[in-house]
């Protein structure tokens, strides 16, 4: 499963996709990732459309791209407010594999400003801005959804997005299967993959939950239908990850000098002052490798400076701390 998948002409191999994930996919992180390989495309964080007209490319942390990250996927949220003509103009400078229009996240923040999952809500403003960007790119355009808002109703309105994602010229769909008011808490309904793949010709990525190859041989039915697969926060516990989802020979790994590698990279791209959120954030999901991990965690959350956390986390790393079974690092 997940060998390739093609994208509106382009192969990307193999089909396995990182999250966009908003503090923790930064330009440090898919820099580690890139070390370590076995992906076939990774996400930006997501981007705002406005804030994006701001940025320096080449010099932002949302918006950086090495060459050795291969492909790379830039999500935007938008409301349709903003100049989206801008935007679609300044990514022309930038190399990126396809443009994504997030439509699910679910953050009262995101929806109040009529973006992420209100944007998918609201079908006629949806149309025009999907209408608007078609009229000034013509590139690969990608969506995230997740499934709608309501458990009994959620599937003539999905069924009329995906008719409107054919007409929009969407070259790829992810879906996250939670409803709009599911916390991630919930389980991902991977039930619902095959159901979906069914009503579209478009490749269909899937999403949620998703920690171990092995859960994904023993739901073959759920996730056969897929042309592609998407990893989220498994990817910041376990960063060389998708080399076991694609078969490649296991690493030795020294998670003290992963984790320092990656504070390494984020102090190259970010002040110590920004870094320090990001450290911390990376640190709360690569803490869960460790059976005593919450004191690792811990330790983190009293320091007050990136150089800080560096000393919290390398004393407990260099301790050689056990590790948690992986049955143990399902999120939900
Ligand atoms: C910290 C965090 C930030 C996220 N930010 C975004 C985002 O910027 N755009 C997006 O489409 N989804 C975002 N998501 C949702 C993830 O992309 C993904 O759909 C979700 O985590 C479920 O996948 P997983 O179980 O593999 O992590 C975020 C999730 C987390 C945990």
């Known amino acids: 499963m997940f060998e390739e998948i093609t994208i509106n002409h382009t192969r990307i191999a193999p089909a396995l996709f990182l999250a966009p994930m908003a503090g ?9 990732l890139a070390d370590f390989g076995g992906y ?5 964080e997501m981007l705002s459309a406005s804030a994006f007209l701001n940025e320096r490319p080449d010099e932002s942390t949302y918006t950086k ?24 103009e300044k990514m022309t400078s930038i190399p990126h594999t396809a443009i994504d229009i997030n439509l699910g996240c679910p953050a009262p923040e995101i929806q109040q400003q009529a973006s992420g999952a209100a944007l998918f809500r609201d079908f006629d403003r949806l149309k025009a801005v999907l209408t608007r960007i078609r009229r000034c790119y013509s590139g690969t355009l990608t969506v995230k959804v997740r499934l709608g808002d309501d458990a009994e109703t ?26 709009s008011t599911e916390k991630l808490k919930r389980r991902a309904r991977w039930e619902e993959f095959p159901w979906i793949a069914a009503q579209t010709k478009l490749p269909i990525i ?15 039915t759920a ?28 690493l030795a790994l020294d998670r003290a000098e992963i984790w320092d590698r990656m504070y390494r990279y984020t102090l190259e791209d970010l002040p110590p002052e ?19 991990g919450h004191e690792m965690f811990k330790g983190i959350q009293k320091a007050r400076t990136a150089e800080q956390v560096r000393l919290e986390a390398l004393r407990f790393l260099e301790t050689q701390p056990s590790l948690r079974a992986d049955e143990g690092l399902a999120f939900t």
């Not at 498994?234 to 960063?239: M, S």
């Not at 954030?281 to 803490?287: D, L």
Request: hydrophobic share 45%.
């Open 24 to 32: 923790v996919t930064n330009s440090a992180f898919r820099r580690l």
């Open 274 to 292: 920004r870094a320090f959120g990001r450290l911390k954030e990376f640190s709360f999901y690569f803490a869960k490798n460790f059976v005593f």
């Open 65 to 88: 791209r090495r060459d050795c990250e291969g492909a790379v996927i830039y999500q935007f949220r938008t409301s349709g407010d903003e100049n989206l003509e801008a935007v679609f």
């Open 40 to 44: 076939g495309a990774l996400f930006t």
């Open 154 to 179: 959620w599937r003539q309105p999905f069924i009329e997005r995906l008719r409107l994602f054919e007409d929009s010229d969407i070259h790829a769909i992810t879906v996250h299967p939670r409803l």
């Open 223 to 250: 996730f056969e239908p897929l042309a592609g697969l998407m990893l989220g926060r498994i990817v910041a516990v376990k960063p060389c990850i998708f080399r076991d989802f694609a078969g490649l020979p296991k």
């Open 206 to 220: 899937g999403n949620g939950d998703v920690c171990s190859r092995k859960e994904v041989e023993a739901n073959r």
